[in-house]
């Protein structure tokens, strides 16, 4: 059985830096961005926001997903957001453990 996979979007603040990425632990995974626990972009610019997802059954659907969104522009990426949380606010506590 395939893992379930997540396309995600951290930010810095409203309309600030963003982050896209994929994980199959989105729990963790945002945890560990808001925490700064590994070094790289989200820690080196702040995106300790998590203010968009996607869940799907598969990580590789998953990753098609991020693929083709990492190839949209800023805007496009914005507008994602802003559907489904258009105050930016951290989604973080809404996400419940497996």
Not at 52 to 57: L, Q
Not at 61 to 89: F, H, T
């Amino acid at each position: 059985m395939d893992k379930p996979g997540f396309v995600y979007i951290m930010a810095s603040g409203r309309n600030g830096t963003i982050y896209l990425g994929v994980t199959s632990d989105l729990l963790k995974r945002a945890w560990e961005h808001r925490n700064g626990v590994v070094a790289g972009f989200t820690k080196k610019y702040g995106c300790n926001r998590l203010v968009w997802y996607e869940a799907y059954d598969g990580i590789e659907e998953a990753r098609q997903r991020e693929l083709r969104m990492k190839e949209w522009k800023r805007a496009w990426k914005v507008k994602q957001i802003e559907g489904l949380n258009p105050d930016w606010d951290d989604l973080f506590d809404t996400l419940t453990p497996n």
